[in-house]
Each structure stands twice: as structure tokens, then as C-alpha cells.
């Protein structure tokens, strides 16, 4: 597993883009909002450790990671964002509605990058138990949601220098 060892949430700050004049929308699921809080809590605590001003970061909620898609989509057509990260978490049940969701998601996230000129960023955790869950929302692999805010600056730098 390529996170094994791996803690997400150490990032070299010297070398990521400011983002203090960036603006940001985070997406969140509330299934699982044990994880997904703490999702976006490392998310929040990135950007602003990155210099995103807190009045420039604007949360909303979805009932679930299939939610996702459509308020990610809703924050890019009513709210002037420079990048969008969409975090949920999908822990694998009895059944394939995991597979359903975790694809449909997935394949939805990407279609918003091919179709908008503003970057979603995929934080949706997609584990088998919940202790993958827990260890990848500040536990022992560290926190996702700072990795997917690390890559929302770099994608927001990245998209204001093709539109320049």
C-alpha cells in the first residue's frame, strides 16, 4: 500500500504557493462526520497555515459522498472559487453500494475538472474497515484532508497561471 508508512499530513511549506489571495470551497459529507470533520479540519488548518484568510474559505454540507458532486458543482457555478475540495468518506459495507458510490463519485469529481476551469479536489476516503478511515483523517497516516488542501493551492496556483 503506497500510504503505509507515509504521514499525509507532513508538506514542506517553503516550497507550496501562497495562498493568501486565494479563495477556497470546501464540500463535505456529513455520513461518517467522525471522519469527515476531521477531514476538513485538516483541510482548514492547512489552507490557513498556507495564508488563506478564514473569510475566504466557504463550507457547505451534503447529506453524502454522492452529494458531493452536485455541491461541488453548485459551489463552481454561484460562488467566485479559485479551487474546491470535496471530502467524504466511504467505508466498505456488506453490500456493493460502496463500489456504486466510490464510482459514481469518483467518475463525477473528474467530469467537474474536465468541464470547469476551476480544480476539484478529490478527498474522499474510500476504505474496507474504519480504522483505515480513522488512521487517515489524523491518525497514524496523518490527516487527507491536508494533502487535499496542499493540492488545492497548487491546482488554484496552477489555474490562474493558464488563465493569465
Not at 503506497?2 to 504521514?7: D, F, L, V, Y
Not at 507550496?16 to 477531514?39: C, H, Q
Not at 447529506?63 to 457555478?77: N, Q
Request: with cysteine; net charge negative.
Amino acid at each position: 500500500m503506497a500510504t503505509e508508512n507515509k504521514n499525509l499530513s507532513v508538506y514542506d511549506k517553503s516550497i507550496i504557493p501562497s495562498a493568501k489571495k486565494l479563495r477556497f470551497g470546501i464540500v463535505v459529507s456529513e455520513w461518517n462526520n467522525n471522519i469527515t470533520e476531521a477531514l476538513y479540519n485538516g483541510a482548514f488548518d492547512t489552507l490557513i497555515d498556507c495564508g488563506a484568510q478564514a473569510e475566504n474559505i466557504l463550507r457547505w454540507n451534503v447529506p453524502g459522498s454522492f452529494e458531493l458532486v452536485f455541491g461541488s458543482k453548485k459551489m463552481l457555478t454561484t460562488h467566485e472559487v479559485d479551487a474546491v475540495i470535496a471530502i467524504g468518506s466511504v467505508v466498505r459495507g456488506e453490500t456493493s453500494h460502496f463500489d456504486y458510490v466510490c464510482g459514481a463519485t469518483a467518475q463525477g469529481i473528474k467530469d467537474l475538472n474536465v468541464q470547469y476551469n476551476t480544480p476539484v479536489i478529490f478527498c474522499v476516503l474510500t476504505d474496507d474497515f474504519l480504522q483505515q478511515s480513522i488512521d487517515r483523517s489524523g491518525g497514524k497516516h496523518g490527516n487527507k484532508g491536508t494533502e487535499a488542501a496542499i493540492a488545492a493551492i497548487q491546482m488554484a496556483v496552477l489555474g490562474s497561471e493558464v488563465k493569465a
